[in-house]
């Protein structure tokens, strides 16, 4: 029998190493998932018009992100009454799947007073639990129909800037 070529060996050896990474990262199954979302139609969500005082807040919250540096990625969040209250807070999945980590992590949001709130980011939810946002809802006096721009200053800390509904009446509307 003849002896293996190292450079075969060598190849079979990284071969089975690639394999292992790819099982331990568990990609076989994002793209199976892959496969099955690309078949299922997508379903059509009817949205409520929106009220002037959140499409106020949805605008002026447009035009903010527009001004913040670009180099920093970042997403507007308009609030439900659950948000508001401080029961969880959804993160566009996007932004999530480019930017957070992919596991639940601590991270950071500092308001425009510089005050730093530490909220737990559940991964596999694309959100912010309860815990530690439920703090920073209730500190704020969050309200439905506030918009909230989180921009992204470093890989879990967020500068969070407020827009309130609520200001849609301070305007002549």
């Known amino acids: 029998m003849a002896e293996a070529n190292p450079y075969e060996e060598q190849r079979r050896r990284q071969v089975e190493e690639n394999k292992s990474k790819l099982e331990e990262l568990r990609l076989h199954r994002l793209s199976a998932a892959v496969c099955v979302a690309a078949v299922k139609p997508m379903p059509v969500k009817s949205t409520p018009p929106l009220s002037p005082k959140r499409a106020y ?13 670009s180099h920093y990625p970042a997403f507007l969040r308009p609030l439900s009454l659950s948000s508001a209250a401080g029961s969880w807070l959804h993160i566009p999945l996007q932004f999530s799947k480019r930017y957070l980590p992919w596991c639940d992590e601590m991270i950071l949001l500092v308001d425009e007073e510089g005050a730093e709130f530490q909220v ?3 991964a596999h939810s694309s959100g912010l639990s309860a ?12 309200a439905e129909a506030d918009c909230l721009v989180f921009q992204q200053v470093e890989r879990i800390k967020f500068k969070v800037y407020i827009i309130r509904a609520s200001s849609y009446h301070e305007k002549d509307h």
């Open 57 to 69: 807040a949805i605008t002026m919250a447009e035009e903010l992100k527009d001004l913040l540096d």
């Open 120 to 122: 737990l980011y559940r």
């Open 131 to 142: 815990t530690g946002w439920k703090p920073f809802a209730i500190a704020h006096k969050l």
